[in-house]
């Protein structure tokens, strides 16, 4: 009966086997788009292409329309070269402080309670909402020559990077702080318990799961301080050769009809933007990798 039973079992096992189609293997070059994705990629390139590529391709083709030699000379005018200086090294600095204040604020915001917290949470969101020239006029008020703190910061560089700083703090917060929140404590809490400090579980646990955040928010903030115009329209001052920042320079060049000089500066940031974007990206990637 043993027997018996074993071979129908089997016979049973055997039949639903062979009911069953047998898959194909899938063949590398057989997938293809179906007529939505198809539909959706060809929507979305022609957008990119409207939007992004072809006001780019105009810009470039504007700052070279008069050569090697034009492009190079509209670039590195004493003017030029000051408001590009000024505005990259203000943008990276902006960047390195952010990263750092921005990972210590969202740390804050996620791992501690405290009276107000709702209210920075709303605080952190200000430059998100808020009109950069209004941000402008904020600083000036506080910052200006009728400061209440006695501090005036109208016509210098501390100025500039004083606004960059206020518009770009919140992407590296932002970026950075629902990483946090998902982390999971186990780790850190066994970590603690063999004995490794704050500062070791920090390096070795957090900072290669946040580094990746961190790095994402600081190319949003690299991008938005190298190109923005309002928030230090005000507090620069617009001192040609000192305060005066690339996004102010360009626009000068326009109303006075120089567009040329105008697009070569605005191709030289982009070139710029570009370079720092794709090393962060790059540096994202392998700390993912690593993490």
């Known amino acids: 009966m043993t027997t018996s039973a074993t071979g129908a079992g089997e016979t049973g096992v055997a039949g639903t086997t062979a009911a069953r189609p047998a898959r194909r293997p899938r063949r590398p070059g057989s997938d293809r788009l179906t007529g939505g994705a198809g539909l959706g990629l060809g929507v979305g390139v022609l957008w990119l292409s409207l939007i992004v590529v072809l006001p780019i391709a105009a810009i470039v083709a504007k700052s070279t329309g008069a050569g090697a030699d034009g492009f190079w000379r509209e670039v590195t005018t004493s003017e030029a070269r000051s408001a590009l200086f000024l505005s990259v090294g203000a943008a990276l600095t902006a960047t390195v402080v952010n990263a750092v204040v921005g990972t210590l604020v969202a740390w804050v915001l996620v791992r501690d309670r405290f009276w107000g917290k709702r209210l920075v949470e709303v605080l952190i969101?200000?430059?998100?909402?808020?009109?950069?020239?209004?941000?402008?006029?904020?600083?000036?008020?506080?910052y200006g020559s009728h400061s209440p703190l006695g501090v005036n910061l109208v016509g210098s560089r501390q100025g500039v990077l004083l606004a960059l700083l206020f518009v770009t703090l919140p992407f590296v917060v932002r970026s950075v702080q629902p990483i946090l929140m998902d982390l999971e404590r186990d780790v850190e809490e066994a970590a603690a318990s063999l004995g490794a400090s704050g500062l070791t579980i920090f390096r070795r646990i957090v900072l290669p799961t946040i580094a990746p955040a961190v790095l994402a928010g600081s190319a949003l903030a690299f991008a938005r301080a190298l190109g923005e115009y309002g928030s230090v329209v005000l507090i620069s001052g617009n001192l040609s050769g000192r305060t005066e920042v690339s996004s102010v320079y360009i626009l000068k060049r326009i109303e006075?009809?120089?567009?040329?000089?105008?697009?070569?500066?605005?191709?030289?940031?982009?070139?710029?933007?570009?370079?720092?974007?794709?090393?962060?990206?790059?540096?994202?990637?392998?700390?993912?990798r690593r993490g």
């Open 125 to 142: 969101d200000i430059p998100f909402a808020l009109p950069t020239i209004v941000a402008g006029l904020v600083l000036i008020s506080l």
């Open 256 to 288: 006075e009809g120089d567009q040329s000089a105008a697009a070569a500066v605005a191709t030289l940031l982009l070139v710029v933007a570009i370079a720092v974007l794709f090393l962060l990206d790059t540096l994202q990637r392998l700390a993912a």
